[in-house]
């Protein structure tokens, strides 16, 4: 959007000035001639430039039939392309000699609403000399370099006559239609409109002319293209008030964000084939884990529990040695009993027990008992009360997929987890001392994916330090407040 039409935020109140000032039409201001006939080709409306290109007065002419004042001087390639024009749906433009002006002319035609419109400038006309019509010179050139930098489609919308007037080429560039400075019916911007936005936006148009308070008007939607496509625009229009505070009129551009809209599109996409991996290696992780555990049920417990049944059986009928067959069945289900005990916590959600510092310690106590690798744990400047129970669970889950990570892949000997605070967020670094890796080479195992599924959740941020041979660092950082500035994924190597 140039410079030209920045305006304060729609909603803002417009200043006093804003409101009073209504300015000329830009129609009057530039140097194309225009005017406006009915089917009976009687003058609705003739503007300034074309009083001073034709000769004539808009009060001498206004009312009165075009060809009747001009009988016997308009060439008949004139009328034929006027006429044509009548029966066209789409603007015309077209460039003929004028024998009696004893020049050529440039013409622009457009037919809607009973109304047939024409834009029209003189070729080869001599400069003026009056500081008139050197200011309107100024104006047109600053209007079609505004144009030529910005690539933004410049426009006036006249809203007590429904006509938006379209300056000089933008939207000859970016829409294909063959119009400069040349007034365009508001039903013909309606009817370009795409179907699922049109409601939406005539809508907004609506509310905007309805309220006095917005001295911006903003709206996104797809427009059609002279070649039938559909172009996505952003429109900014400065909205202009007459004394009574009714909106009037409204300067604004058109820009083409057809581009940018493709690239969103395609980021979207990305994002749910993303989602759609995370998710499938979520499921695929929860499977694994109902599979282990029902193998360790099946192939584990119920061979204890079978042996367990076994002696209480043999103690019903061996009365000598039944105190030993009891002793050896009681021994099998408090082995069961101590295996429940263990998948049950490693099921179990933290938080609502123990706390999320103390389940940590205790998974890692256990660790240390049975692995090798020294687990150790230490926690900063952070108070577990500010820790929502959800968080909770997913740090934990967090601590609970790279401890396995490690026991699995890292070949430590020692790891450490340490959690602390980060102005409103909180920070899990999870290091070991193991045989590391290239972060971009190890980032699709299912560890890393889980781990990462979860950081989305908690809307936080996620990095990996690893180089081989140098062990591996995972930091996690997630807001503790509702602040959710969304996830961000980076690998970089240790320096």
Not at 183 to 191: K, M, T, V, Y
Request: glycine letters at 8%; aromatic letters at 10%.
């Amino acid at each position: 959007m140039p410079a030209l039409f920045n305006s304060p935020a729609l909603g803002d109140r417009p200043s006093p000035a804003a409101k009073k000032y209504q300015g000329k039409p830009i129609a009057e201001a530039i140097n194309n001639g225009f005017f406006t006939v009915d089917r009976r080709w009687t003058v609705k409306y003739w503007n300034r430039a074309a009083e001073r290109l034709l000769g004539v007065l808009s009060a001498d002419i206004l009312g009165k039939n075009l060809w009747d004042e001009f009988a016997g001087l308009l060439p008949l390639d004139f009328y034929r392309a006027y006429h044509k024009a009548f029966l066209s749906e789409i603007p015309i433009s077209f460039r003929e000699y004028w024998g009696e002006m004893g020049a050529w002319f440039e013409v622009i035609t457009y037919y809607a609403d009973g109304n047939l419109s024409i834009s029209f400038k003189k070729g080869g006309q001599p400069a003026q000399s009056t500081d008139h019509e050197e200011r309107l010179k100024r104006l047109n050139e600053l209007y079609r370099f505004v144009t030529e930098v910005t690539n933004d489609c410049l426009w006036e919308w006249d809203f007590q006559v429904r006509e938006l007037f379209w300056i000089d080429g933008g939207h000859k560039r970016i829409l294909g239609y063959p119009i400069e400075n040349a007034l365009i019916p508001q039903s013909f911007w309606e009817a370009c409109l795409h179907p699922e936005d049109k409601v939406r936006v005539l809508a907004n148009v609506h509310r905007m002319k309805l309220g006095s308070s917005a001295t911006v008007w903003e709206d996104e939607y797809r427009f059609k293209k002279a070649d039938g496509s559909y172009a996505h625009v952003h429109d900014r229009g400065h909205i202009i008030y007459n004394d009574e505070g009714r909106a009037i009129r409204m300067i604004g551009a058109t820009q083409d964000i057809t581009a940018r809209k493709a690239n969103e599109l395609k980021l979207v996409a990305q994002r749910l084939a993303s989602r759609k991996a995370v998710t499938a290696a979520v499921l695929s992780a929860q499977e694994k884990e109902r599979a282990d555990i029902g193998k360790e049920l099946h192939d584990n417990l119920n061979q204890v529990l079978g042996a367990a049944k076994l002696y209480v059986e043999m103690a019903r009928t061996n009365e000598e040695h039944r105190d030993q067959y009891l002793q050896r069945s009681s021994a099998y289900i408090v082995q069961v009993i101590e295996e429940i005990r263990k998948i049950s916590k490693a099921l179990a959600t933290p938080g609502m027990l123990m706390g999320l510092f103390e389940s940590i310690r205790i998974l890692l106590d256990d660790m240390n008992l049975v692995h090798s690798v020294r687990f150790d744990f230490s926690v900063g400047d952070l108070d577990e009360s500010l820790i929502e129970e959800d968080l909770q669970l997913n740090i934990f889950r967090i601590v609970q997929e790279q401890v396995n990570n490690i026991l699995k892949h890292a070949n430590a000997a020692t790891a450490v987890i340490m959690l602390g605070k980060r102005a409103d967020r909180i920070e899990l670094r999870i290091l070991d001392d193991g045989q590391g890796c290239v972060p971009a080479e190890a980032k699709g195992g299912v560890g890393i994916i889980n781990i990462k599924s979860r950081v989305e959740l908690l809307h936080g941020r996620v990095s990996v330090r690893s180089e081989p041979g140098r062990g591996y660092e995972l930091i996690v950082t997630a807001p503790l407040k509702d602040t959710h500035p969304g996830p961000i994924y980076s690998h970089v190597g240790i320096v």
